[in-house]
Each structure stands twice: as structure tokens, then as C-alpha cells.
Nanobody, 123 residues
Framework: VQLQASGGGLVQTGGSLRLSCAAS????????VGWFRHTPGKEREFVAA????????VYADSVKGRFTISRDNAKNTVYLQMSSLKPEDTAVYYC?????????????????WGQGTLVTVSS
């Protein structure tokens, strides 16, 4: 199983980025996928998740209304569209995949992880 996160980069406050998480080696259409982020000295933080049902999504309060998670099962890819970015969004973003659809905001339930992609928002 492999998850490949990409799309990170440097952006100014108020800008946008789209992250991608490409999966292989797992039944993607039956898997829930979540995005988490990590900054040094902090716990890994839940950002957003999408269940195998495309219209079932969950967001952290800190990103609600600014970030949108979506999936394309034909491409085995989940996207995280990030808009109105703030300096506090700076982090390494990881995608994870799992079976089941409960407790999507908890990283311990995810079985597979990508390598992370760095997002830096300058003020």
C-alpha cells in the first residue's frame, strides 16, 4: 500500500493550495481518507476527512469554510483544496487511509500513511 501526498509549497497569507493524496495497493473506493497536519512541538492535528461516500466529510473547526476535501475514485486520489490560508496553517500535511467510517478525526484509527507534504504560509 502506498499513499503519495503532494501539492505543498510556499504561499502568502490569503492564498490557496491544493494538496493531493494518490493511493495504490488498497481498495480505495472502500477506504476513508483523512488529512492531518503536524508542526514541531505539537500533536498531529486532524484537518479533514472524507468517507467512502463522497458526500460524507468532516472538518476541523479551524479549517471549516476555508478547506474542502474531495475524492476522485477513478483516479484513486483525494484532494484538499485550501483557501484563505493563514500562517497558522503552516505544517507538514499527511494523508491517511483506513477502513470504516467512524471517528475519522482520530489518527490512531488510520492504518496507512503518506510521507507528508510541507505547506508554508508567509505573513
Amino acid at each position: 500500500v502506498q499513499l503519495q501526498a503532494s501539492g505543498g509549497g510556499l504561499v502568502q497569507t490569503g492564498g490557496s493550495l491544493r494538496l493531493s493524496c494518490a493511493a495504490s495497493g488498497l481498495p480505495f473506493s472502500r477506504s476513508a481518507v483523512g488529512w492531518f497536519r503536524h508542526t514541531p512541538g505539537k500533536e498531529r492535528e486532524f484537518v479533514a476527512a472524507i468517507n467512502r461516500s463522497i458526500d460524507s466529510t468532516v472538518y476541523a473547526d479551524s479549517v471549516k469554510g476555508r478547506f474542502t476535501i474531495s475524492r476522485d475514485n477513478a483516479k484513486n486520489t483525494v484532494y484538499l483544496q485550501m483557501s484563505s490560508l493563514k500562517p497558522e496553517d503552516t505544517a507538514v500535511y499527511y494523508c491517511g487511509a483506513r477502513n470504516g467510517g467512524a471517528n475519522l478525526q482520530y489518527s490512531r484509527y488510520y492504518r496507512y500513511w503518506g510521507q507528508g507534504t510541507l505547506v508554508t504560509v508567509s505573513s
